[in-house]
């Protein structure tokens, strides 16, 4: 007979247990579902189709369908003056560094022209560059420079007689505190992977050539294959 009273016990215990369990359980779904619908009230309301970055765009780099494309986006969550169209940027170069999966601001595209005119038969491409790497930020569009690559132990000059299209820094102001953060030459299209390459693995360099011994130097090296 003890031994029966102490097995309904346990039974009852375990009832029990399972009972305040489940009651634990639901009070606790009941709490994540009331932060989920307070969550969609206060996220959940108007969309809007809006441009995001498919991939990493370097600063200076100029965008197009390639690197980004609309998503539905929610609109209290949007950074000031979000891009609604690829339209409105495409052709632009980033006036700073732009992550995989941000929603592209006009902010992004300020302080630098929307387009750079790139002579027939060239290609532009844009390439990391500070200020002690551009002739101290001297470096400025028009301009036509040697370009060097150095990395380890040795230099060499990858291009001669190079046109600057553009740079970070403004050409508008002389008097300007902006920094040049990347420079866009332009480069014969069979050497834009060159280019690229050299700016991934190196640092480059650029040099003001100057007077005509410069000049002389430099068909000197277009004799020998540079640009």
Sequence with gaps: MKRRTTTAAGIACG???AVC????????????????????????????????ATRD??????V???????????????????????EEVSGKAASSAILAGEVLSMRRFQGVEGRVEVP??????SVPAKDVQAVGG????????????????????????????ATSASTDDAASDA??????????PDRVQEVVSAAQR???????????????????REREGAL
């Design 21 to 52: 369990v489940l009651a634990f359980t639901q009070g606790v779904r009941a709490e994540a579902d009331a932060a989920r619908s307070e969550a969609l009230a206060r996220y959940g309301g108007e969309q809007i189709e809006v441009c995001v």
């Design 202 to 220: 190196t640092e480059l360099y650029f040099a003001l050539p100057g007077g005509e011994a410069s000049g002389q130097a430099g068909d000197e």
């Design 179 to 188: 920094q040049v953060s990347w420079v866009t030459v332009a480069v014969e």
């Design 120 to 125: 027939e038969g060239l290609a532009a491409v």
């Design 57 to 62: 765009i370097a600063a200076g780099e100029a």
């Design 64 to 86: 197009d369908a390639s690197c980004m494309e609309t998503r539905l986006w929610v609109a209290d969550l949007l950074p000031a003056e979000a891009v609604r169209s690829t």
């Design 138 to 165: 001297a470096v400025r569009a028009g301009e036509k420079v040697d370009m060097y690559a150095t990395g380890g132990t040795s230099t060499d000059l990858l291009a001669s007689d190079v046109l600057v299209l």
């Design 15 to 17: 009832a029990v247990c």
